[in-house]
């Protein structure tokens, strides 16, 4: 798996946390969300980590692009992030 993507939290118009983190980016089909939300909904995503990252609210950038944070799974190595497409300023 390949984290070719950079990543950034956003909360409330200030940088959450200034690091920028290495995250492997998936679009997520039909199948996918109806079997994790329920439910389907254009530009969702899903953002895997190397390391536990311990967000569960808030914005996150990456490579330019915002995303709104939906939900998220952790275990004991790793994180997966959900987040759909935001067009609203941050």
């Known amino acids: 798996m390949r ?3 950079r ?4 909360d409330d118009k200030l940088v959450k946390q ?6 492997n980016v998936t679009s997520m ?3 996918s969300q109806n079997l994790v939300f ?8 899903a953002v895997r980590f190397q ?3 311990n967000v569960r609210s808030g ?3 990456i490579d330019g692009d915002n995303f709104k944070i939906e939900s998220s799974t952790y ?8 987040g759909v497409e935001y067009r609203g300023r941050l």
Do not use: A, C, E
């Open 51 to 53: 390391n536990k990252v």
């Open 29 to 31: 089909g039909i199948k």
């Open 59 to 61: 914005y996150m950038v």
């Open 7 to 10: 990543l950034q939290f956003i």
């Open 3 to 5: 984290y070719n993507k």
């Open 18 to 23: 200034p690091d920028i983190y290495p995250v």
């Open 38 to 45: 329920g439910s389907f909904q254009q530009g969702r995503i």
């Open 75 to 82: 275990n004991d190595r790793s994180s997966t992030i959900y």
